[in-house]
């Protein structure tokens, strides 16, 4: 177990390394003078030669990637152009957001979409089926923005259950809060993150209950299946403690591939709900051309998407043993 992690841990290493060269490479394949492009229309050139000192780009290219690879390294990407402080605590400020987002989200799609998906395909053929795989398509094809919309529209603005927009104190801050003893913060953080939690899993949600139905019915099709009916074994039995272990590594996988996704930010959503997540941060950056929270964002998420694929990997070993046999044939 130990030498198969390694080996992803070395994989995982070298795919920061080859993203650290495209990120430090974006200021440099935007057409024009990037310090212009950064600086407004009055600025002087005196203005322009600080901003080039500042990031280094009158030293030679291969010069400035290992410095700025040096600083990336300690998280050190320079200050934010726009916000004129660092462009990590920018960062680390708005991945709370995007986090809590993303948890509550997969939260909800696998609570609801795997035992669906399981349900779905031991009742294969029957109306059940069919109403399932309707809800699934649903879930696909609607736009997340429209979900999103309604959902204000009725349970906000006419129902008054939740707040149409904003992230409210935060669950993470209300969680702490807990502990000692007050509810109301609690209670404030989940009544705003509730829409926009379920306008990011419905799609999610869609995704998973389709691979689980599928997977499901793949191992339910294999032999081994019928020879445990055969040998008299309880139905329940050969589901839980055979079909469905053997049919989660495939939905592990799509499950990280979604979170890798809502990292990267529920754009749409986060704009419909004016919520303060990573995703909103780099659509501005980019807007303004912050260039510094731009190589910022994309480093940091891609490093916490490599960390959740190492966890993944833990994950599939507690599933299926079997996987590193595989690897070291």
């Not at 934010?80 to 948890?103: G, H, M, Q, W």
């Not at 031991?122 to 999103?148: A, N």
């Not at 209300?174 to 939690?197: C, E, N, W």
């Not at 299946?225 to 139905?235: F, H, L, P, S, Y």
Request: contains cysteine; glycine residues 8%.
């Amino acid at each position: 177990m130990i030498r198969f992690l390694l080996r992803r841990i070395v994989i995982s290493i070298i795919t920061l390394f080859l993203l650290s060269i495209i990120v430090f490479s974006m200021i440099h394949l935007i057409p024009g003078d990037p310090v212009r492009m950064m600086l407004p229309m009055e600025s002087t050139e005196e203005d322009a030669a600080e901003m080039r000192k500042i990031l280094g780009l009158e030293k030679p290219m291969i010069t400035q990637y290992f410095l700025w690879l040096g600083k990336a390294i300690r998280l050190d990407f320079g200050k934010s152009i726009r916000a004129r402080y660092s462009a990590t605590e920018i960062f680390f400020d708005k991945l709370p957001a995007t986090l809590e987002l993303t948890f509550s989200a997969i939260a909800i799609s696998v609570c609801f979409a795997i035992p669906v998906g399981i349900f779905a395909a031991m009742k294969k053929g029957t109306y059940l089926d069919f109403c399932c795989s309707f809800v699934s398509l649903f879930g696909l094809c609607t736009p997340r923005f429209w979900i999103g919309i309604l959902l204000i529209l009725v349970f906000s603005l006419h129902l008054g259950w939740f707040p149409p927009f904003g992230r409210g104190p935060g669950l993470f801050y209300g969680i702490g809060q807990l502990f000692k003893g007050q509810f109301i913060p609690f209670y404030q953080a989940v009544k705003s993150l509730t829409l926009p939690s379920i306008s990011v899993a419905t799609w999610s949600s869609a995704i998973f209950l389709r691979y689980t139905r599928a997977s499901v019915l793949e191992e339910l099709g294999k032999l081994y299946v019928k020879t445990a009916r055969q040998k008299g074994i309880t139905e329940f039995r050969v589901m839980f403690y055979h079909v469905i272990r053997n049919a989660l590594t495939p939905i592990v996988t799509v499950i990280g591939l979604q979170m890798g996704v809502l990292l990267g930010g529920a754009v749409v959503i986060e704009i419909v709900y004016s919520w303060p997540g990573v995703g909103r941060l780099l659509i501005d950056a980019l807007y303004c051309r912050d260039y510094p929270l731009i190589q910022a964002s994309i480093f940091m998420i891609g490093t916490l998407i490599l960390i959740i694929f190492i966890i993944l990997d833990v994950i599939y070993i507690i599933i299926d043993p079997r996987i590193i046999a595989k690897n070291y044939q």
